[in-house]
């Protein structure tokens, strides 16, 4: 393997082991704290610095409780696309933002029908 495809993959299983870290909203502390190593190793790894060992790699898909494969083949767009814990609360609060101004509407209506009801009655 050449050095410009070591690099690219290395950085391309670093990326992945990033966007499992952030879908399990953990921090580099933790998992270098799970893997017995420091942050900065740690971030070595995520970077594509580092060149990551088989064993190394077994024991980071275990922590993310999967498969080295499928560590290796993480489609990194896909993963970055799928909903994270800030994008569920972003939805979260558009669905109640709606849900306002429905209300809004209805409390507006109902002042205006009974605006309506007492002119009426006068």
Do not use: C
């Not at 502390?29 to 900065?40: H, K, Q, T, V, Y």
């Amino acid at each position: 393997m050449n050095e410009l495809s070591k690099r690219t993959a290395n950085k391309s299983v670093g990326k992945s082991i990033r966007i499992l870290r952030h879908q399990h909203g953990w921090s580099q502390e933790d998992i270098a704290n799970r893997l017995g190593i420091s942050i900065p190793a740690f971030s070595k790894i995520e970077t594509g610095v580092t060149d990551v060992n088989l064993s190394r790699l077994e024991q980071i898909a275990n922590i993310y409780e999967v498969s080295v494969v499928q560590l290796l083949a993480v489609d990194t767009e896909n993963a970055e696309a799928a909903p994270t814990h800030l994008n569920l609360i972003q939805k979260k609060l558009s669905d109640r933002e709606a849900e306002i101004a429905s209300l809004q509407r209805k409390v507006i209506e109902l002042y205006e029908e009974l605006r309506n009801k007492t002119s009426v009655a006068v």
